[in-house]
């Protein structure tokens, strides 16, 4: 990571980026025209959270992930395209009912 050159870093100008981290992901953090940025000697995608349908708080705030903690990432031609996507049926069904715990760490 640390030979990491900008030029060879993706390009997300214009694009809604939905970013997974871990192992197994199950949520991801969807961000708009994301950019590279060195933090603390340590690369990060950087930009403003996607808004959803319907609102939710954290929407339009400055957002940051790690490159090394992103497993996989999606890339969306545009808002809209994203907004397409994401009212499919397989994306807005209820979440399942799990332990207190777990709700801690819901998006």
């Not at 319907?54 to 996989?72: C, E, G, H, V």
């Not at 809209?80 to 049926?89: C, F, I, S, T, V």
Request: glycine share 4%; with cysteine.
């Amino acid at each position: 990571m640390d030979d990491l050159h900008p030029e060879e870093t993706p390009d997300f100008d214009g694009k809604v980026v939905a970013f997974y981290c871990g192992a197994n992901p199950q949520f991801g953090t969807a961000i708009l025209s994301p950019v590279f940025q060195t933090q603390y000697a340590r690369l990060f995608v950087v930009g403003a959270s996607a808004p959803r349908i319907p609102k939710r708080w954290d929407d339009d705030l400055q957002t940051a992930i790690a490159w090394d903690t992103i497993s996989t990432y999606n890339v969306f031609d545009s808002l809209r395209d994203y907004h397409e996507r994401m009212a499919r049926p397989e994306y807005t069904r209820p979440r399942p009912t799990t332990g207190w715990l777990s709700r801690l760490w819901r998006q």
